[in-house]
Structure formats: C-alpha cells, structure tokens
C-alpha cells in the first residue's frame, strides 16, 4: 500500500529574527515535521545553525524535529543533537566511514535514523545501510542553500532507490508543487519544502496540495 504523504517546511527559509512565530506558521499549516538544515562550513559550503537553535525549537514545538547534518564530523556532534530534542536524525554517506555505527547510536538513543545521498552520489552506495536506515533523504540540489532549481536528474535514482528499500524516502531541495509531483510519482513519501513553503502567501493550502498528490 502506498504511504501517505508528509511535508516538513524547512526552517532554513524561516526569518531567523522571528523564529518563533515562523513555527506557529507552520503548525497553524498543518505541517507534519520541521526540516533542520544543519552546515558547518565544510562539507558544504554555508553555515547555518547548531544544537543550541535547536534546543530553542524543540522547547516551541511538539512536531517531530527532522534534523538533517550536512557536517563532516557527524560522529563527534551527534550528542549535542541528540540531546537538543532531535526526532530524525540524517547523516551523509558521503561523509562516513563507518555509516553502519553512527545509524545505530542514532537508533540505540530511540530516534529514527536517516541517511542521505547527494545527486551525484549513486543509489548503490547505500547498499550496507539499507537494513538499518529508517529513512534515505535524497538531496536533489547540492546541499548548503536554499532557493535552488530541483535537478531532475536525480529521479531515476529515486525510483531505483524505492525498489530497494521500503522505509520512509524525503526528498529535499528545490521543491514546488510541480516538482513534488515529479518526486512523489518516483517513490517518494517525505515532501521537504524551504523557499516554496516560507514564501508563500497560503501555506496551508501549498502543504495540503503536496499532500494531496498521488503516485
Ligand atoms: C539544502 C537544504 C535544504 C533546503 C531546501 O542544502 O538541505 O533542506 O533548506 O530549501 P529549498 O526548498 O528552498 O530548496
Ligand atoms: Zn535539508
């Protein structure tokens, strides 16, 4: 049976100086989770924000926090993010050397594990973690901004990767009520949206539309 459709605004699109009300916006949209974009300068070319955001968030909210670490040394920091109130936490293959334990320290805490690929890394890399990821978040733009065009490329890699694991499959970057659909009809069940769903004048109704898209 197909699963339903999810979507998480992501805060990276949020005005910062207002954060608080920015997640009200989101509740009051009936968003299902909060994306948390987390870069460190390295792996991505951006800085964003720390453990210590969100540990603010978790205190506004009761939505799952979705916290995605774009960081080269996931290992070292994933207590602070663990301990900051984090529901799902995602790390990059591309940045692991041993993607089996970090998944499992994230599971052992009783959060749900993610791991994710960017657009030119192949669907096969992930082969060793598909028994113990929970969720895969397929970047489809380069990771480290938000605002970015969706790279179509990366939907045969989606469909590839729904015929290999059953678990939850996001989809982060670039994402519209256009190319969700796109995303959706390839196997995904996780909708990120960052610029589509902050800039909109009716939030509500941009998530309830992506909600409503079928395969
Ligand atoms: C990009 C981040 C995304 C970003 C998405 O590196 O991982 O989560 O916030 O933003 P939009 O939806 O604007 O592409
Ligand atoms: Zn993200």
Redesign the pocket.
Same mark, same amino acid.
């Given at each position: 049976m197909d699963k339903e459709i999810t979507v998480g605004p992501?805060l990276?699109?949020a005005d910062f100086s207002m954060l608080k009300d920015e997640i009200k916006r989101a509740e009051e949209a009936k968003a299902d989770f909060l994306?948390c974009?987390i870069m460190d300068g390295h792996f991505?070319p951006n800085i964003s924000f720390g453990p210590s955001i969100v540990k603010d968030i978790r205190k506004n909210t009761e939505l799952t926090l979705d916290v995605?670490l774009?960081i080269e040394d996931a290992q070292k920091y994933l207590n602070a993010f663990i301990d900051a109130g984090s529901d799902i936490i995602t790390v990059h293959i591309e940045t692991l050397k041993e993607p089996r334990k970090i998944l499992e320290d994230i599971k052992c805490a009783g959060l749900k594990a993610g791991i994710s690929l960017n657009p030119e890394t192949s669907a096969d890399s992930l082969k060793d973690v598909l028994d113990i990821a929970d969720m895969i978040l397929i970047?489809t733009?380069h990771?480290?901004? +938000? &605002?970015?065009s969706f790279i179509k490329d990366c939907l045969p890699k989606i469909e590839k990767i729904r015929e290999m694991f059953d678990g939850d499959l996001e989809v982060? +970057? &670039?994402?519209n009520y256009e190319t969700a659909q796109l995303a959706v009809k390839a196997g995904i069940n996780m909708v990120?949206?960052?610029?589509?769903l902050f800039s909109s004048h009716d939030m509500k109704k941009d998530i309830e539309n992506i909600k409503c898209l079928k395969r």
């Open positions: 992501s990276l699109a994306h974009d991505v995605h774009m970047m733009v990771p480290g901004f +938000g &605002g970015q982060d +970057g &670039g994402i990120i949206a960052g610029t589509h």
